[in-house]
């Protein structure tokens, strides 16, 4: 299984160690070719409108939606699930639009800017460490999306087909249960079993 991710800006290499301790081959992606053999992607955390302005620069925006849409899975940490989403609160654009969630960017307020919680994901763990940095939340869930995690009431991690989107950073600890998840996710696409 071969998984590249995004690596325009953010916290790249942190994934790419996590989904090698999870199981896969985790290559970095700076040009569009390089999406061609991979069974899924990540786009990491950073920010959001620098990491679409590269997208654009770079030729990824209509590469990746064609990646998403060929069923392939795609997994947004943070400014990654901004990326993904196709409504953003107060703004009229959107980036990739792949996924039916409404987007709030930096919700989490400025006391709170950087903060790590533990919290239950369904069919992830019941103790996860979520390390939040300026964080979005998931505002609603649509059509047939399925909310993994709340925090504080807000939706913090939610799942619709082949796409995963957490608002915190699953990458930035040593517990790699979500980046296994995401894994089960691209091989069940693959048509491969799921061991329990
Ligand atoms: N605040 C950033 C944004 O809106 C996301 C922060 C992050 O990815 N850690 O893009």
């Known amino acids: 299984m071969k998984i590249g991710v995004l690596a325009l800006q953010g916290a790249v290499a942190e994934h790419i160690r996590m989904l090698e301790e999870a199981g896969a081959t985790a290559v970095p992606v700076k040009k569009v070719e390089e999406l061609e053999d991979l069974d899924g992607l990540v786009i990491p955390g950073g920010e959001s409108t620098t990491i679409s302005k590269l997208m654009h620069k770079y030729g990824f925006m209509e590469a990746i939606r064609q990646f998403g849409q060929a069923k392939k899975p795609i997994f947004g940490t943070c400014a990654g699930a901004i990326l993904l989403a196709n409504r953003i609160n107060g703004q009229d654009d959107f980036h990739l639009g792949l996924m039916d969630i409404k987007v709030e960017r930096n919700a989490f307020g400025r006391q709170k800017e950087s903060f790590e919680v533990s919290l239950p994901i369904a069919g992830v763990a019941s103790d996860f460490p979520a390390v939040f940095i300026r964080a979005p939340y998931i505002m609603e869930v649509a059509g047939n999306g399925e909310i993994l995690s709340k925090y504080e009431e807000k939706i913090v991690a939610a799942r619709q087909g082949q796409y ?33």
Do not use: C, I, N, S
């Not at 990458?171 to 069940?188: A, G, P, S």
């Open 164 to 196: 995963l989107a957490a608002a915190f950073h699953p990458e930035l600890t040593e517990d790699f249960r979500m980046h296994k998840y995401f894994l089960d996710m691209v091989k069940e696409y693959r048509g491969e079993k799921v061991q329990a």
